[in-house]
């Protein structure tokens, strides 16, 4: 599927190279049903409903006595009620007897209420008594061990008190999750909470990752006299698990048109939603990804205005017998900043268009430079930069709520090459187009980065 997409002269902007990425986009991977408790970042694909409410059942809040509220309404410290203890109620299990006038049942954390109780008396306010009606423990220190014959109780407790009613949390039928989210723990516990053994979601998007060039090196291979260790296979692969898809491995191609080609197939034959190269998009002797998109299938959009990862290629390619949506190729610049930066503005979208996500992009913060900053004009800079932070870690922000930050690495861990600013840097300060240079104190937008 191919994108008309209006360009200024032939470079892009980056909402217009953007679009027409997600333009390609015409549906979301498949859905399959998994175990609640198996959706750890899967995307749902509808709405999640409570099967019971939470809880399923009116219960104690605390560990005590059962107890009808009237019983107690004259209790004081100096002047306790007594009531007969007549039983338990225990959590898992139907209350041995219900409570009448003048009677107690001991009741645990979490158990149903007992028919006739209308309040819970927690263990602390109260005093066991033994058969004799002497003190057959200390006052409130816990409610384990035998049964007592008969309690004090040393306060007046208001009808509902440590009582957790019926539906108090969540009603039957309630939409706990809504679709296109992503599950968290503490949705998978909810879901679980309220009798949800299953969930509908989105397969996980698949992204094939191949790195290029003559001189990258992988894993233990000799670096000899001209080579670099591979940064963007790894690196890319991260980000792609990252952003909750499973990366494929296409390993390292020379600058051979062949050697790409035959790589790339293979993605498509693997089942690749996308296809991810890094390097060898730019207009060298030795850049042949834009030949072998074209061979594959065609190519939509070409350069971008951004800084980092001016050179940029997106294509698509139909999948073998021509069925289902087309793959979407990337070709991402061969410098590691460069091709991480590329990967965060356009990749990450259009993976989370596929998983079925809501929200494609990073929520956007506002910052302050403290340094001035330097860039090509007419490009949109992504800068790198660290937070300052208070002694507890937290961002300092300003009076109007704005970051405080500087750049990773100094100016010149600016570069497209600089990994050691790139790893330490909390966010991405966006610098607009119009400006060649920005001075210290200028607000800028702020992408923050996963980090720990």
């Given at each position: 599927?191919?994108?008309a997409v209006?360009?200024?002269g032939d470079?892009?902007?980056?909402?217009?190279a953007?679009?027409g990425?997600?333009?390609?986009?015409?549906?979301?991977v498949?859905?399959?049903?998994?175990?609640t408790?198996?959706?750890?970042?899967?995307?749902?694909?509808?709405?999640?409903?409570a099967a019971t409410?939470?809880?399923?059942w009116?219960?104690?809040?605390?560990?005590?006595?059962?107890?009808?509220?009237?019983d107690?309404?004259t209790?004081?410290?100096?002047?306790?009620?007594?009531?007969?203890?007549?039983?338990?109620?225990r959590?898992?299990?139907?209350?041995?007897?219900?409570?009448s006038?003048?009677?107690?049942l001991r009741?645990?954390?979490?158990?149903?209420l007992?028919?006739?109780?209308d309040?819970v008396?927690?263990?602390e306010l109260?005093t066991?008594?033994?058969?004799?009606?002497e003190?057959?423990?200390?006052?409130?220190?816990d409610?384990?061990?035998?049964?007592?014959?008969?309690?004090l109780?040393?306060?007046?407790?208001?009808?509902?008190?440590s009582?957790?009613?019926?539906g108090?949390?969540?009603?039957?039928?309630?939409i706990?999750?809504d679709?296109?989210?992503?599950?968290?723990?503490?949705?998978?516990?909810?879901?679980?909470g309220?009798?949800?053994?299953?969930?509908?979601?989105?397969?996980?998007?698949?992204?094939?990752?191949?790195?290029?060039?003559?001189?990258v090196?992988?894993?233990?291979?000799?670096?000899g006299?001209?080579?670099?260790?591979?940064?963007?296979?790894?690196g890319?692969r991260?980000?792609?698990?990252a952003?909750?898809?499973?990366?494929i491995?296409?390993?390292i191609?020379?600058?051979?048109?062949?050697?790409?080609?035959?790589?790339?197939?293979?993605g498509i034959?693997?089942?690749?939603?996308?296809i991810i190269?890094?390097g060898?998009?730019?207009?060298g002797p030795y850049?042949?990804?834009?030949?072998?998109?074209?061979?594959?299938?065609?190519?939509d959009?070409?350069?971008?205005?951004?800084?980092?990862?001016?050179?940029f290629?997106?294509?698509t390619a139909?999948r073998?017998?021509?069925?289902?949506?087309?793959?979407?190729l990337f070709?991402?610049?061969g410098?590691p900043?460069?091709s991480?930066?590329t990967?965060?503005?356009?990749?990450?979208?259009?993976?989370?268009?596929?998983a079925?996500?809501?929200?494609?992009?990073?929520?956007?913060?506002?910052?302050?430079?403290r340094?001035?900053?330097?860039?090509s004009?007419?490009?949109?800079?992504f800068?790198r930069?660290?937070?300052?932070?208070?002694?507890?870690?937290?961002?300092?922000r300003?009076?109007?709520g704005?970051?405080?930050?500087?750049?990773a690495?100094?100016?010149a861990?600016?570069?497209?090459?600089v990994?050691?600013?790139?790893?330490v840097a909390?966010?991405?300060?966006?610098?607009?187009e119009?400006a060649?240079?920005?001075?210290?104190?200028?607000?800028?937008?702020l992408?923050?980065?996963?980090?720990d």
């Amino acid at each position: 599927m191919s994108v008309a997409v209006a360009t200024v002269g032939d470079i892009l902007s980056v909402e217009q190279a953007r679009e027409g990425v997600l333009g390609t986009i015409d549906r979301t991977v498949e859905v399959e049903v998994i175990a609640t408790a198996d959706a750890l970042g899967r995307v749902l694909a509808g709405p999640v409903r409570a099967a019971t409410a939470l809880p399923p059942w009116d219960n104690s809040a605390m560990d005590g006595y059962a107890i009808r509220s009237e019983d107690v309404a004259t209790a004081t410290e100096d002047n306790p009620v007594r009531l007969d203890v007549v039983g338990e109620a225990r959590a898992g299990s139907q209350p041995d007897a219900p409570v009448s006038p003048g009677r107690a049942l001991r009741i645990a954390t979490g158990a149903p209420l007992p028919w006739g109780a209308d309040a819970v008396v927690p263990v602390e306010l109260t005093t066991p008594l033994g058969p004799d009606d002497e003190p057959s423990g200390p006052r409130g220190r816990d409610a384990t061990g035998p049964l007592p014959a008969a309690c004090l109780v040393h306060q007046r407790i208001p009808i509902g008190g440590s009582i957790r009613r019926a539906g108090s949390d969540i009603a039957a039928d309630t939409i706990l999750l809504d679709g296109g989210s992503s599950l968290t723990a503490a949705g998978i516990a909810l879901s679980a909470g309220a009798g949800v053994p299953r969930v509908a979601v989105h397969r996980r998007v698949r992204v094939a990752v191949l790195a290029t060039g003559d001189e990258v090196r992988g894993p233990d291979e000799p670096m000899g006299p001209a080579g670099i260790p591979d940064a963007n296979g790894p690196g890319l692969r991260a980000l792609v698990t990252a952003s909750g898809a499973d990366a494929i491995d296409l390993g390292i191609a020379r600058d051979l048109l062949d050697d790409v080609s035959r790589r790339l197939e293979a993605g498509i034959s693997a089942g690749a939603d996308v296809i991810i190269v890094s390097g060898g998009v730019s207009v060298g002797p030795y850049d042949v990804v834009k030949t072998a998109f074209d061979a594959l299938g065609q190519i939509d959009l070409w350069r971008v205005a951004v800084q980092p990862g001016k050179p940029f290629t997106f294509g698509t390619a139909p999948r073998p017998g021509g069925r289902g949506s087309p793959v979407l190729l990337f070709g991402l610049p061969g410098n590691p900043v460069s091709s991480f930066v590329t990967f965060e503005l356009f990749v990450r979208p259009a993976v989370r268009r596929l998983a079925g996500q809501r929200s494609l992009l990073r929520p956007v913060d506002r910052g302050v430079l403290r340094e001035r900053v330097s860039k090509s004009a007419g490009r949109r800079a992504f800068i790198r930069v660290v937070a300052d932070r208070d002694p507890a870690g937290a961002p300092v922000r300003d009076s109007k709520g704005r970051v405080s930050v500087r750049l990773a690495g100094g100016q010149a861990g600016q570069g497209s090459h600089v990994l050691s600013a790139l790893a330490v840097a909390d966010a991405l300060a966006v610098v607009p187009e119009v400006a060649e240079s920005v001075r210290a104190g200028t607000a800028v937008d702020l992408w923050w980065l996963d980090r720990d």
